[in-house]
């Protein structure tokens, strides 16, 4: 078993490694990204579409992966992992934060609400001050994230939404259509 | 797959585990009591288990591959209490030599 | 009795009173789902939670090895090799727990830095202590590993149970370097992870549980070492055999091959079998031996051990583990539900199963019984099958609500959680939290009580030390 365990785990790790046949390089924070349903796996995939610059700007792959590595600090180090999943790890009181980016509340909510004119903008507006733009009684309290660290968990957060996840979750794209 | 058959696949799979610890419990207490009765309570939850199996098969919109692991596990939970109960007393019966 | 065993002691007595404090935060967390306004900003739901998890795994590892420094010195005869060093540990592991605690409080978390990793909170589930701490849980154990494999050594003796033991210990050491590290990609960080976590609880825990459990059978019913022994064997090659690749049910969704739905799906589907057979070695013990044990707590601590890990691990897990169904259950209170009754049922109830054994050798206590143990055993598990269940129902109504129907966005979730299903579970999981809670405290005072009476009214029995 440990022998079996030993190969799968060397494919594995290369499959999702950042670059990997599962899990795309961090500069795929440049793209545009979306989330259909592939007929030929019967699930849904992320789609990695033409460019889309993060915050206005394009970032070469060196600079992706520090603000990865920083955005990763800035969610250990808050334990957001705590309330919240990951790929559906994690704790329930928040929402899973998979598909985070893609959510359609962005959009319909939280982008009115921060008066941002972007998702991101929205995004970072929320994280830096989830108390003062909850959406229903149980809110996000105010972890103190400065501009800096609320950006590099958006892009984190955008970077993460492109890893295919054999389709979790699924039917996100079902009222994802319009956004 | 729907939220009923999400639930009536997922509540099918718990009760035939649980249908296989009953067979297991009563089938032993029947052994140890040497009571027929209870050896065929056990018995009747194993095709409780064997018809739960068909359910699932027939009924659920799992893939064909985990309904066929669902009718070999069928067959092996039959298995499991006598053959636990005849190791247990080779075992000890060893002991006594 | 040797100091091996007043150490044993003292590690239960430290178990005990860290189950009493986990309950507390995990009321406190619950009690986030009921009133969210609770003390927002002040101390929040995931601080309070993370005194819940890691307590819990404190707490057992603390009841593991005060069991292990119990049997050990009976096992080979001996006083254990260095035991002043794990006396001198066992203060240094619960100052650091009361340090971290006190931290966890108080500053909760840092900045974002390498100095909140290894002095404040690592954020990582289960393991969130910081680095400092988990390097001393590190000591700790190497120190108990030491102390087994050395006495074993000096002694000149290995016996089955023993073998078994010191070859999971290593492995379970080994995982716990797992605590340290801070990877970057999500993927590769849970996929190391859940090597600590799945490898924990559904292998190295469980094969320790199992020699703790044989030890305690010869003690209690007086069943033969041989048998004992070869009956670990079998149980040890299935659990290993079935869960080392069941380790796949965490490998769904993760960012890793799709192959792991299959393998993941078919191995964990496999777990419940060894755990049926445990339930039947249950009753063929009880049925054999005609319940001729004169420790009757202990002995109904050991048999809801047994069933509790039987539906609680394999009931509860099975409901979940094929992937179809596992893409709807994943992480919500489902996971909750099994999450809870598995560790109940496996280990927490083995673990007060040998206290009540040890306490009936230290009190020499002929009429070792009471009414108290009765209440505790009975409100503990009301308690937690109450909570058990009415996470269910609320794990099953964000299944089809949030994730099978909604489509697990914020508006889904916000949906599933407002439903009147989900929110009179989370009060019911509340109110059964509370019966839980007040069989603790006939639990501690049955601990505290038992036998006692029996050792005045027999004087002339060796004086309990
Ligand atoms: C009064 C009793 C208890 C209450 C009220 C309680 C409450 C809670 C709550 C609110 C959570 C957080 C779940 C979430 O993220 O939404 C939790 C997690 C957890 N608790 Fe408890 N708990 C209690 C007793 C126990 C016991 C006795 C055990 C084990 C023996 C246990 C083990 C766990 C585990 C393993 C988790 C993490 C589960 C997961 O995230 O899937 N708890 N508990
Ligand atoms: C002693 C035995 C076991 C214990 C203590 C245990 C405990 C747990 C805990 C605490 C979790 C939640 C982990 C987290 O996200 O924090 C979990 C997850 C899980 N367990 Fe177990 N478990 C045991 C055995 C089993 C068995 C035998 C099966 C399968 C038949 C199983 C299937 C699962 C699955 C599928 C999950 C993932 C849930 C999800 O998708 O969110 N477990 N287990
Ligand atoms: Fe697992």
């Known amino acids: ?179 | 797959m729907t939220s009923a058959a999400l639930f009536a696949t997922s509540a099918a799979l718990g009760l035939l585990v649980l249908l296989g610890g009953a067979y297991g419990v009563l089938y032993a207490l029947g052994a140890a009591r040497s009571s027929p009765s209870l050896t065929g309570a056990g018995y009747a939850c194993y095709a409780g288990q064997l018809l739960l199996v068909l359910v699932v098969c027939l009924g659920s919109p799992l893939a064909s591959l985990w309904k066929l692991f669902m009718a070999v596990s069928g067959v092996v939970y039959g298995f499991i209490p006598p053959a636990t109960w005849r190791l247990l007393d080779s075992i000890h019966h060893n002991q006594l030599q | 009795m040797y100091r091996s065993q007043k150490l044993a002691l003292r590690y239960f007595i430290a178990a005990i009173t860290l189950f009493g404090v986990m309950i507390a935060a995990g009321l406190l967390s619950a009690l986030y789902y009921i009133d969210p306004a609770l003390l927002y900003n002040v101390f929040d739901f995931q601080m309070a939670k993370i005194l819940h998890i890691d307590t819990l795994i404190i707490w057992l590892l603390m009841g593991f090895i005060g069991a292990v420094y119990w049997f050990l010195p009976k096992e080979l005869g001996r006083e254990v090799v260095g035991i002043w060093v794990a006396e001198l540990l066992f203060y240094v592991f619960c100052s650091a727990v009361a340090v971290v605690a006190v931290v966890f409080v108080v500053v909760q978390y840092g900045g974002s830095n390498e100095f909140s990793m290894w002095f404040i909170n690592q954020g990582r589930k289960y393991v969130e202590a910081p680095r400092w701490a988990a390097v001393g849980v590190v000591a700790v154990v190497l120190t108990f590993v030491f102390n087994v494999t050395a006495t074993a050594w000096q002694a000149r003796r290995i016996t089955g149970v023993l073998g078994v033991l010191i070859l999971d210990l290593v492995p379970l050491a080994v995982l716990y370097l797992d605590a340290f590290p801070k990877i970057t990609n999500m993927s590769h960080d849970l996929y190391w992870w859940w090597w600590l976590v799945h490898m924990w609880v559904e292998a190295t825990w469980e094969v320790l549980i199992g020699c703790l459990m044989a030890w305690s059978l010869m003690e209690l019913m007086g069943t033969s070492r041989r048998i004992v022994e070869t009956w670990l064997y079998i149980e040890v090659m299935l659990v290993l055999g079935t869960g080392i690749l069941g380790l796949g049910h965490h490998y769904f969704w993760i960012g890793t091959p799709q192959y792991w739905l299959s393998i993941g799906g078919f191995f964990s589907a496999l777990e419940p079998l060894p755990l049926l057979g445990m339930v039947v070695h249950a009753v063929y013990d009880a049925g054999t031996h005609h319940m001729k044990t004169t420790n009757r707590p202990a002995f109904y601590w050991v048999l809801a051990e047994a069933f509790g890990n039987f539906i609680g691990a394999g009931v509860f897990g099975f409901m979940m583990t094929l992937p179809q169904i596992n893409l709807y259950s994943h992480g919500t209170q489902w996971t909750v539900s099994h999450g809870h009754f598995a560790f109940w049922g496996a280990y927490a109830c083995g673990v007060i199963a040998i206290m009540y054994l040890v306490l009936q050798r230290t009190r020499s206590a002929e009429h070792f019984d009471s009414r108290a143990w009765k209440w505790g055993f009975g409100l503990l598990n009301l308690g937690l099958v109450g909570m058990v269940g009415g996470l269910l129902i609320a794990g099953i109504t964000q299944a089809i609500y949030e994730r099978a129907e909604g489509g697990s966005t914020l508006q889904a979730f916000v949906a599933a959680s407002e439903h009147p299903w989900f929110r009179s579970a989370m009060y019911a999981r509340f109110i059964f939290g509370i019966v839980f809670a007040l069989g603790y405290f006939a639990l501690v005072y049955d601990l505290l009580a038992i036998g006692r009476r029996a050792a005045v009214a027999a004087p002339t029995q060796a004086a309990p030390a």
């Open chain 1, 1 to 179: 078993m440990l022998v079996v365990l030993a190969f799968l785990t060397i494919d594995s790790l290369d499959a999702s490694r950042a670059g990997g046949r599962q899990v795309p390089d961090y500069d795929v924070i440049n793209q545009h990204i979306g989330y259909t349903y592939d007929w030929s796996r019967r699930l849904e995939v992320p789609v990695i579409g033409p460019a889309e610059p993060l915050f206005g700007r394009t970032y070469s792959l060196q600079e992706a992966s520090g603000l990865m590595s920083f955005g990763k600090l800035v969610i250990q180090s808050r334990a957001c992992m705590d309330c919240h999943t990951f790929f559906g790890n994690g704790a329930y009181y928040g929402p899973d934060l998979t598909k985070a980016w893609l959510d359609p509340a962005w959009s319909q909510i939280w982008m009115p609400m921060t008066g941002s004119s972007t998702r991101e903008a929205a995004m970072v507006a929320f994280l830096m001050h989830p108390d003062q733009y909850p959406t229903w009684t149980r809110r996000m309290p105010n972890l103190h994230l400065t501009r800096a660290e609320a950006q590099a968990v958006v892009a984190y957060l955008k970077w993460m939404s492109a890893i295919d996840t054999n389709g979790f979750p699924a039917h996100f794209g079902r009222i994802q259509a319009q956004n």
